[in-house]
C-alpha cells in the first residue's frame, strides 16, 4: 500500500499566521491530511470548517502543553501536575472530537528545573503510568489512540523525559493499554539511536504514527542530510505500513515558494513511486515534498 502524507501545520507553511489558511494551503498542495501541535487560538468549528471545504483529513493532535511561560512542554510525566494534565486532556479530547481526530499526542513534559534526571526519574515514570491509564481509559469511551513521542534530549530539548522509542516502549507495556500507541519521529531517533531499520522493525507492531524530517537540519526529506528516505519509505511499505507519516520540519529556503504554480517548476527534483529521481515536477508528484503526497 503507498504511504500516506500527513502536513504539519505547526511547521509548514509558516508565511501563512492561521491554521485554516495553512491546511487549505496543505489541500491545495496535494496532502491529503494534516496534523498540528495544540492548536491554541484556533476554535474548533473553524478548523473543522476549513477541513470539510479541503476534504481533507486532520490525523493528530497534540495534548495542551501546561504553562509556556514557565517552561513546560507536556504534563502527562510532570509530578504534582496531575490536576492540570487531566484537565488539558479533557480540553484535548473535546477538541479533537469536534474536528473528526481520531489520535492525541499525549506530551510527557520536560524533567523539572532545578532536579536531576537520574533522582526524578522514578517518580517521573510513576506519575506518566498513571496518567497515561487515565487517558487510555477516556479515550476508550472516545474510540481514540493515545500515541507517546520519544524527543531526542541531544540537540532538541536537553530537559524532555521521553526520549527513545525503547523507553517509550518499557511504559507501553507497563500501561498494557492497546489504544494506547508510539509516536516514531524518525528525526528524533536517528538523533538518539540511529539504527532506523533495526528500531522500525522492532517497534512496528506499537507504531501509530510516524514523523519525518531530515537530519541535522530538519528540513524536507529531499535536502541534504543523513537518511535515506527512498529507502526508509519503502521498508514502510514493505512492513505494511497504513498510517500516516507526518511531514514535521522546517521548510528550507525558498521552499514555500514551490507550493505557487510558479514555484512549482523552480524546485525540479522530485521523488515518485517508482523511487527514481526525475527531472521536471513530473506527473503527481510533490515537489514541496520532494515526493508524491497521497491522501
Known amino acids: 500500500m503507498a504511504l500516506r502524507f500527513s502536513a504539519n501545520l ?3 507553511f509558516p508565511e501563512l499566521p492561521a491554521l485554516p489558511a495553512r491546511l487549505e494551503a496543505a489541500a491545495a498542495a496535494g496532502f491529503g491530511a494534516v496534523e498540528a ?3 491554541a487560538g484556533c476554535p474548533a468549528q473553524e478548523l473543522r470548517a476549513a477541513a470539510e471545504r479541503a476534504r481533507v483529513r486532520i490525523a493528530l493532535l497534540n495534548t495542551p502543553p501546561g504553562d509556556q511561560e514557565a517552561g513546560e512542554l507536556g504534563l502527562a510525566a510532570v509530578p504534582g501536575r496531575q490536576a492540570a494534565f487531566r484537565q488539558g486532556l479533557e480540553a ?3 477538541y479533537a472530537r469536534a474536528v473528526g481526530c481520531s489520535r492525541i499526542h499525549v506530551m510527557a513534559g520536560r524533567v523539572p528545573l532545578g532536579t536531576d534526571r537520574a533522582a526524578v526519574a522514578g517518580e517521573m515514570e510513576t506519575t506518566f503510568i498513571e496518567n497515561l491509564r487515565y487517558t487510555a481509559d477516556l479515550l476508550s469511551q472516545e474510540d481514540m489512540i493515545g500515541l507517546l513521542e520519544p524527543i531526542n534530549n541531544r540537540i532538541t530539548d536537553p530537559r524532555y523525559y521521553l526520549n527513545t522509542p525503547h523507553q517509550a516502549a518499557a511504559i507501553l507495556e507497563k500501561v498494557g493499554r492497546p489504544n494506547l500507541k508510539l509516536q516514531l519521529d524518525l528525526f528524533h531517533c536517528q538523533i538518539m539511536d540511529g539504527n532506523l531499520s533495526r528500531n522500525l522493525e522492532t517497534y512496528f507492531p506499537l507504531i ?6 531530515q537530519v541535522p537540519g530538519r528540513h524536507e526529506p529531499d535536502s ?3 537518511l535515506n528516505f527512498p529507502y526508509i519509505f519503502e521498508l514502510l511499505e514493505s512492513l ?3 498510517g500516516y507519516v507526518g511531514c ?3 521548510p528550507k529556503g525558498e521552499y514555500s515558494a514551490g507550493l505557487s504554480p510558479k514555484g512549482r517548476a523552480k524546485h525540479s527534483w522530485v521523488l515518485c513511486k517508482d523511487r527514481q529521481v526525475l527531472g521536471g515536477t513530473g506527473s503527481g508528484c510533490h515537489p514541496y515534498l520532494g515526493m508524491r ?3
Do not use: F, K
Request: hydrophobic letters at 50%.
Open 248 to 250: 514535521e520540519y522546517a
Open 293 to 295: 503526497a497521497l491522501s
Open 240 to 242: 505494511g505500513y497504513t
Open 92 to 94: 484535548a479530547v473535546l
Open 208 to 213: 501509530g504514527h510516524i514523523q519525518i524530517a
Open 10 to 12: 505547526s511547521w509548514l
Open 37 to 39: 501541535a495544540w492548536p
Open 224 to 226: 541534504p542530510g543523513e
